[in-house]
C-alpha cells in the first residue's frame, strides 16, 4: 500500500494526457498528409495517378522516424529526400509509388522490373494495373488484374481489384456485377480514409448506373463523389464530375442544365491548362449540340476538340471527335464524309480495342452506304459486325445490323431473306428487352406483310410496333406507324 501513491500518481498523469498527446499526433500526420497530397496532385496534367494509402504510409514513417526535412520537401512536392530515405530502408515499393505519384505514372517501367523480381507481390501489382488503367493500356491492365484475387481480406490491393473489375465488367456488358464492385471498393476505400479513391469508385458507379439509365442513383453517386472532391479540394476531379452530370442531363434532355455543368467543367480545365480535358469537353458539348440538332455547333466544337486531341496525340479523343463529326455530315447528308470520317474513327477505336465504338460507326458507315443505295457495300460491312460481334462481347446492339440487313434484302425484293432478318433482330430486341428496337422490328415485318398482301397480318403487326412504341414514349415512332395502320383500316 506505501508504493500506492507512487504508482497511482504518474498512472493519473500518463492516463491524462496521453489522449492529448494522441490527439496531436493524429492532428500532425494529416496536416502533414494533406499537404503532401496536395502538393503531389498539383504537379499532376492530363494523367493523375494518386495513391493515399501509401502516402500514408510513407508520411507516418518520416514522421515516425523524425525525417523532418524530407518530410518538409514533400509537403513542397519534392520527393527526392523521401526517396532517398525510403530506398536506405529497403522500402523499394514505397519509393517506387511515390516516385509514379510525382510524375504521373511515367516510371512505370520500374514498377515492372519490381514485379519481375518480386511476381508474388500483389500490392505491386494492383498499382500496375492502376497507373496502367490510366494510360488507356486495357492490355496490360486486364493482365495485372487476372493476377490479383477477387475476393479476401478487405484492404487497399483488393479495393483497387475491385475497381478495375468494375469498369471491365461495364466494359462487357455487366453492369450489374460493375456496380456490385464498385461499391465494395468505395466501402474499403471510405473504411481506410482513402478519400480520393472513394471518389474514383463512387464515380464509376455513377456512370455505370447512368449507363444502366438508373438517373437518381447515378445522381446521387455522382453527388457523393462531388461532395468528396469538393472537401479535398481537387479542381480536376470536380470538373470530372461536372462533366459526368453533364452527360446524365443530357440523357435526360435536360439539356439547359447539361449546358451549365460542361461550362463549369470547361472553366477549370482552361484554367488548369489541361488540354487533354477541355477537348474532352468539348467533344461532349459537341455531343449535346447533335441531341439539339444544332450541327453547325457540333461541327464547330468537335473541330476544336479534334485538334486539341491531335495536338495531344489522344487517339481516343481523336476517334470520338471524328465520329461527332460524322454524325453532324449525316444530318446534312454528306454521305461520302460520313463514310470516311466513320473510317477514321473506326480504326482509332480498334487501335484502343473499343469494339463497341468501333461498331457504332461501322453500322453508320454501312446507313451512308445504304442512302446511297451501294446495297452489296453496306451488306458486306453488316456481315463484318454480325460475324466478329460474336467474338467480342460488347455494348453494341448486333440487332441493329441484323435491321438493316433486313432492309437492304428488303430493297433488293428477297421478301424471305429479309422477314428472317427482321425476326433475328426481333429476338435480340427482346432478349435485351429494348422496346423502341422491337417497335422499328415489327414496324419492318408489318411493311413486309402489306407488301405481300397480307392486310390483316399487317394490321396486326402494325398494332403491335404501336404497342411498344407507345411503351417506350416513342412519340415520333408511333406517330410514323400509326399513319401505315390509317392506310390500311
Not at 487517339?315 to 460524322?326: P, Q
Request: hydrophobic share 45%.
Amino acid at each position: 500500500m506505501k508504493y500506492f501513491a507512487y504508482i497511482c500518481l504518474p498512472l493519473f498523469f500518463v492516463l491524462c494526457f496521453w489522449p492529448i498527446a494522441s490527439y496531436y499526433t493524429r492532428l500532425k500526420f494529416w496536416h502533414f498528409y494533406k499537404l503532401a497530397f496536395a502538393a503531389l496532385y498539383k504537379k499532376q496534367k492530363n494523367k493523375t495517378y494518386m495513391s493515399s494509402f501509401y502516402l500514408m504510409q510513407v508520411v507516418k514513417l518520416l514522421i515516425k522516424k523524425r525525417q523532418h526535412s524530407a518530410l518538409m520537401a514533400l509537403t513542397k512536392g519534392k520527393i527526392k529526400p523521401a526517396e532517398t530515405f525510403l530506398l536506405r530502408r529497403k522500402q523499394l515499393f514505397l519509393a517506387l509509388v511515390l516516385k509514379n505519384m510525382a510524375t504521373a505514372g511515367k516510371n512505370i517501367a520500374d514498377l515492372e522490373n519490381f514485379i519481375k523480381e518480386n511476381p508474388n507481390h500483389k500490392a505491386a501489382i494492383a498499382e500496375l494495373g492502376i497507373l496502367c488503367f490510366n494510360q488507356n493500356n486495357l492490355n496490360k491492365t486486364k493482365q495485372c488484374l487476372d493476377n490479383l484475387p477477387a475476393t479476401g481480406k478487405k484492404n487497399y490491393p483488393l479495393a483497387r481489384s475491385l475497381y478495375l473489375q468494375a469498369f471491365f465488367d461495364a466494359k462487357d456488358g455487366d453492369l450489374l456485377s460493375a456496380s456490385v464492385h464498385a461499391n465494395q471498393a468505395a466501402q474499403i476505400f471510405h473504411k481506410q480514409k482513402n478519400f480520393y479513391e472513394e471518389a474514383e469508385a463512387y464515380v464509376l458507379s455513377g456512370i455505370v448506373y447512368r449507363t444502366a439509365i438508373v438517373s437518381d442513383v447515378a445522381q446521387v453517386m455522382f453527388d457523393t463523389a462531388l461532395k468528396i472532391v469538393q472537401e479535398l479540394k481537387l479542381s480536376s476531379e470536380e470538373a470530372g464530375i461536372f462533366g459526368n452530370l453533364g452527360m446524365l442531363m443530357a440523357i435526360q434532355k435536360r439539356f439547359e442544365e447539361a449546358q451549365d455543368y460542361y461550362d463549369k467543367a470547361l472553366a477549370i480545365y482552361q484554367q488548369n491548362k489541361q488540354p487533354v480535358q477541355t477537348a474532352e469537353i468539348y467533344n461532349q458539348i459537341g455531343q449535346l449540340s447533335l441531341m439539339q440538332e444544332d450541327f453547325a455547333k457540333a461541327e464547330k466544337m468537335a473541330g476544336l476538340a479534334l485538334k486539341l486531341h491531335k495536338k495531344e496525340k489522344n487517339a481516343a479523343g481523336e476517334a470520338f471527335s471524328k465520329e461527332i463529326l460524322a454524325y453532324a455530315a449525316w444530318a446534312k447528308k454528306d454521305y461520302p464524309t460520313v463514310i470516311q470520317l466513320t473510317f477514321e474513327a473506326k480504326n482509332l477505336y480498334q487501335q484502343q480495342e473499343n469494339f463497341s465504338a468501333g461498331y457504332e460507326n461501322l453500322h453508320l458507315m454501312a446507313l451512308a452506304l445504304f442512302a446511297q443505295n451501294k446495297l452489296d457495300e453496306a451488306e458486306k460491312i453488316l456481315r463484318e459486325i454480325t460475324g466478329k460481334n460474336r467474338h467480342f462481347d460488347t455494348n453494341f446492339h448486333v440487332a441493329n445490323a441484323y435491321n438493316l440487313l433486313g432492309l437492304i434484302y428488303l430493297q433488293k425484293n428477297d421478301v424471305r431473306r429479309a422477314k428472317g432478318l427482321f425476326q433475328q433482330s426481333l429476338d435480340l430486341e427482346q432478349v435485351n428487352n429494348r422496346l423502341s428496337g422491337i417497335a422499328t422490328d415489327y414496324a419492318n415485318m408489318g411493311l413486309i406483310e402489306l407488301s405481300v398482301g397480307h392486310k390483316e397480318q399487317a394490321r396486326k403487326t402494325f398494332q403491335t410496333a404501336l404497342d411498344y412504341a407507345k411503351a417506350n414514349q416513342d412519340d415520333e415512332l408511333a406517330e410514323i406507324i400509326s399513319t401505315h395502320l390509317k392506310k390500311i383500316q
